[in-house]
């Protein structure tokens, strides 16, 4: 127990977005307004209530259109690290070690719903074991969109310096857990209903973005802090809500 305390109170934890404007099936989709705020505002609102982040970094392009992203960032009291807008790997790991980071909470900045106590379960696991990587998709229990992992900067650093694939360098931490056999992997669990894990809460499409949209006018004027649980009895009382995006799916890694 002394040592997994230890190795808590010494590791920086941050928490890292990828940001841009040129996403190729929603441009700008980053700072589209919900409640009168950017999109990615309101991510970071929910960040922020995870009490194990120390710090937040938007891991955006040096492309001029993420100006605005940079502006925002500096707006919110959040840090941003300018990067190369196709290899995102090496753009998080920069952005991670330009704030000194022990340990990197990886989001990105289409899950504007992420649950503040899903991130703190996902570091608490991994803080708790004796891994290189955490997660909570590589069984698929949460809603899309709830996507966090675990892992610290040296093990990305690793991996950085370990491939020279395409679909590597896009999917921040693809080499890490396509690795089972290099590196130790955990998957964490919900406790949520079976059918959870088949709602899409990210935003790719303008579809996913009014949903998203309409279950923030629904929860956040009456409860800011709204969590998971909200949004899937949400779902559950006015089921047509999950058809605004139901013909939606996730582009391929590879």
Do not use: W
Not at 18 to 46: D, F, N, Y
Not at 51 to 69: G, H, L, R, W, Y
Not at 100 to 121: F, Y
Not at 202 to 212: G, Q, W
């Amino acid at each position: 127990m002394e040592a997994t305390e230890a190795k808590v109170n010494t590791m920086k934890i941050v928490c890292t977005i990828e940001a841009r404007m040129r996403s190729t099936r929603l441009p700008g989709k980053v700072m589209m307004p919900i409640m009168g705020q950017p999109m990615l505002a309101l991510m970071i609102e929910r960040i922020r209530r995870a009490a194990q982040i120390d710090e937040i970094v938007i891991a955006t392009t040096a492309d001029p259109s993420c100006d605005a992203i940079v502006e925002l960032a500096q707006q919110l009291g959040v840090h941003s690290y300018r990067g190369s807008e196709e290899d995102v790997l090496d753009r998080v790991l920069r952005a991670a070690q330009s704030v000194d980071a022990d340990l990197i909470v990886e989001t990105t900045g289409d899950c504007p719903l992420i649950d503040p106590k899903t991130i703190n379960k996902v570091i608490e696991t991994f803080n708790n074991d004796e891994i290189d990587y955490c997660a909570n998709f590589l069984e698929l229990t949460y809603p899309s969109g709830m996507e966090v992992q675990v892992f610290p900067v040296r093990v990305l650093a690793e991996a950085a310096e370990s491939t020279t694939d395409l679909a590597d360098r896009e999917h921040v931490s693809l080499y890490i857990y396509r690795h089972p056999k290099k590196y130790r992997l955990l998957n964490v669990t919900s406790n949520l209903p079976p059918q959870a894990a088949g709602y899409r809460l990210t935003v790719d499409t303008i579809e996913d973005f009014s949903l998203v949209k309409e279950i923030y006018e629904r929860l956040y004027p009456l409860k800011p802090d709204f969590g998971i649980t909200d949004i899937l009895e949400l779902l559950e009382r006015q089921p047509h809500l999950a058809e605004i995006n139901k013909e939606v799916y996730d582009k391929a890694v590879r």
